[in-house]
């Protein structure tokens, strides 16, 4: 079993950034590739961008050039560093562990809560 926990959401004026962070229970992180995804109100949840194992990232094409996804395994953590963020962002950004690399939600066994974020225009 793995828990996740994310956290550094909040409110953000539109070109601002946002570092999220998601902290794993697991002494077996560093073998789980780790997404993140979103899912604003209304809308179905939305892959954001995976990083597996390796370090071998994939981004969905709004993230892009804005958003970047790290791991530090000797912390069992993953991050997500927003900038230049706009009113399209925000979201409840959720991450995820699964075994495989996959955009798809359903390819990830465990999930954290949530974190809030909101990005004023």
């Known amino acids: 079993q793995v828990q996740l926990v994310e956290s550094g959401g909040g409110l953000v004026q539109a070109g601002g950034s946002l570092r999220l962070s998601c902290a794993a229970s697991a002494r077996t992180f560093s073998t789980y590739a780790m997404g993140w995804f979103r899912q604003a109100p209304g809308r179905e949840r939305e892959f954001v961008v995976v990083?597996?194992?390796?370090?071998?990232?994939y981004y969905a094409d709004s993230a892009k050039g804005r958003f970047t996804i790290s791991r530090d395994n000797a912390k069992n953590t993953v991050y997500l560093q927003m900038n230049s963020l706009n009113p399209d962002d925000a979201a409840v950004y959720y991450c995820?562990?699964?075994?495989?690399?996959?955009?798809?939600?359903?390819?990830?066994?465990?999930w954290g809560q949530g974190t809030h974020v909101t990005v004023s225009s």
């Open positions: 990083i597996s194992r390796s370090g071998t990232t």
């Open positions: 995820a562990a699964g075994e495989i690399i996959s955009a798809g939600a359903n390819e990830y066994d465990y």
